[in-house]
């Protein structure tokens, strides 16, 4: 057996994280040609690298096929149920800082806070006879928030890309999305509720709570977590 | 006999007993369109319904309750008075709770009758009571009307008041409501300054998407009035409060709740309901010296429910969720009638948890 360790197969993510195990001493690294999804482990033994899409990463760990993976708090918060019962965090790893927020039009004057969107939908409904519809991919977490603060009278519509745009497209008339300084917001006309911060996310390692391991896997993790500095 | 087979043995005896109580047997259809469902209860529905669809009929939910498809059935084509009695499952997601079930078999009990709600109430109680009886569990009342009345008697505004009737089921940002209408909280910062401005609309950003400028400009129309509006005296916050910490015994309750409306007339046909409730369930047997009614009960999580309210409890079980809820619900069917309505009062039996807790026999 190997202890497998997931982490974001491209792009900006990945190379983060490769420096970052690279600093304490581990090498990580794509095998062969850039198109192969294949990694390379260095600097420890019976390590296994597992390249996934970040995505993913949070339904591998609660599965338990793989040990350890990296990803964005946010993601394994929105995906699992009950996420700490299934995942443990280690570290922050110090990048992929974004935060979950929550955002309406710059023009809303009268909008700036949770109470004001509230009423704004009540009435939006009345006048536009639907709901106002907030774009997102983060189903749950918004939903969950939004509960919480006890907001009514809105809809989640499916985002998954673009979602700034979708409110001069007028298919959303509020967004719920990552940011990390506020740029793609500002350059599209939007501004983020004074108490509208859902979340804060970073590129974090988490380990499966029910990943199964033998022997030599407890020794192999030991002996990673201290190398880590973990420990 | 296998759990399963047991549970449907059960709600078979159930839906029986219902029957024999003059209900007339119903079936509904378990996909139902999602647009009726997410429309009534908004968003959170899809936090607890199974969502699936198709490219002719779209979006459907699996049943995620009777309530709405037997009040469509009976607006649709129900002669008046009627009494229905249905059986079969229901679906729920389940996101945060593993050991909460995501399919269970519901049996119900609904009365639709215009006349002498307060009997109605007490029947339906009355006879999920009487079947529970074996089982010794605790029964929870409540009564959101009472609520409902006290926020109608305020001295403000419409627009207060029906911004409060809103959130009556959220009782955080009802709280939030009071302690801005009352003063207690101040103003936040952003509004006083969009308040103090001669032309909040000059210079800002592009207007951009459906919610129009008009809508805007109307919105700070009403903060400005609701800004010149007095806040809502202590002593109305307090009456407020003391009819949501209303808890004891029902008879206690209503003398309370009694000395409560001195102060508060508009709770006084809400009260008297209850008075006539209370007479019309010890007429079927009920001592209500020993029944608990709760003034904040079915805030959370009963919706719709707008009325009397009640729930069953096995008292050493606290890990299951309710055996029995049921409770009365007119605005449903004033929602869903689109103009008509019908007033209705029905309550829902768990057979799973009645075989779970050793069966009624």
């Avoid at chain 1, 482990?41 to 591998?60: F, H, K, M």
């Avoid at chain 1, 006048?127 to 919480?148: N, S």
């Avoid at chain 2, 378990?30 to 979006?59: C, F, H, K, M, N």
Wanted: net charge negative; glycine share 8%; with cysteine.
């Amino acid at each position: 057996m190997s202890l497998k360790l997931g982490v974001p197969s491209k792009g900006r993510l990945m190379d983060k994280t490769f420096d970052w195990f690279g600093q304490r001493g581990i090498e990580l690294g794509r095998a062969g040609s850039d198109r192969e999804y294949a990694g390379y482990v260095q600097g420890i033994d019976n390590v296994e690298l597992v390249l996934l899409s970040a995505g993913e990463i949070p339904r591998e760990l609660a599965a338990g096929r793989i040990h350890l993976g990296v990803t964005g708090t946010d993601l394994v918060r929105d995906k699992l149920g009950q996420w700490d019962r299934s995942v443990e965090e280690l570290a922050g790893l110090g990048f992929g800082q974004a935060d979950l927020v929550l955002a309406v039009p710059r023009c809303w004057v009268d909008v700036n806070t949770l109470d004001d969107l509230d009423a704004a939908a009540a009435a939006f409904r009345l006048k536009h006879g639907f709901r106002l519809r907030i774009a997102t991919k983060y189903h749950r977490l918004v939903r969950e928030f939004l509960r919480d603060n006890g907001v009514a009278d809105y809809q989640l519509v499916d985002s998954q890309g673009a979602t700034e745009g979708t409110v001069k497209n007028e298919t959303a008339e509020a967004i719920a999305d990552i940011t990390s300084t506020g740029d793609t917001l500002r350059a599209n006309h939007l501004k983020i509720l004074e108490d509208g911060l859902i979340l804060r996310s970073q590129a974090t390692l988490f380990r499966a709570r029910r990943a199964a391991m033998d022997e030599s896997d407890r020794k192999t993790l030991k002996t990673l977590l201290k190398q880590l500095a973990l420990d | 006999m296998t759990q399963r087979s047991a549970i449907r043995a059960e709600a078979a005896r159930l839906r029986a007993s219902f029957e024999a109580e003059g209900a007339q047997p119903v079936e509904t259809a378990i996909l139902q369109p999602a647009e009726v469902l997410l429309d009534l209860y908004g968003e959170d529905i899809r936090a607890r319904a199974y969502v699936t669809s198709d490219a002719l009929r779209g979006e459907q939910m699996l049943r995620p309750d009777f309530t709405v498809p037997v009040v469509q059935m009976h607006m649709e084509h129900g002669a008046e008075p009627a009494c229905y009695t249905y059986s079969g499952e229901v679906f729920r997601r389940q996101e945060d709770d593993p050991e909460r079930a995501n399919e269970y078999m519901q049996v119900g009990f609904e009365v639709f009758e215009r006349d002498a709600p307060e009997a109605a109430d007490a029947r339906v109680f009355s006879i999920i009571f009487n079947t529970l009886k074996p089982l010794g569990l605790r029964a929870a009342t409540g009564d959101i009307g009472v609520l409902m009345a006290a926020v109608d008697g305020l001295h403000t505004s419409e627009r207060r008041k029906r911004a409060l009737r809103r959130h009556i089921w959220r009782p955080r940002r009802f709280r939030a409501l009071i302690d801005r209408f009352s003063g207690r909280v101040p103003v936040p910062d952003s509004r006083a300054a969009l308040l103090s401005m001669a032309d909040p609309m000059s210079g800002v950003a592009p207007v951009i998407g459906m919610r129009q400028e008009v809508e805007i400009l109307s919105r700070i129309k009403a903060l400005q009035e609701d800004a010149a509006t007095d806040p809502i005296s202590e002593n109305e916050v307090a009456l407020i409060d003391a009819v949501l910490s209303v808890r004891e015994t029902s008879d206690n309750a209503l003398s309370h709740l009694r000395d409560i409306a001195v102060d508060m007339s508009t709770i006084q046909p809400a009260v008297d309901r209850l008075a006539r409730r209370l007479e019309a369930l010890e007429t079927r047997g009920i001592d209500v010296t020993r029944l608990d009614f709760e003034a904040s009960y079915g805030r959370t999580n009963m919706e719709y429910y707008d009325g009397f309210v009640f729930g069953f409890y096995a008292e050493n079980r606290p890990d299951l969720p309710p055996v029995a809820t049921g409770g009365r619900y007119d605005a449903l069917t004033r929602h869903l009638g689109r103009g008509r309505e019908i007033p209705a009062v029905g309550g829902v039996i768990r057979p799973g948890l009645v075989v779970e807790l050793g069966g009624l026999t």
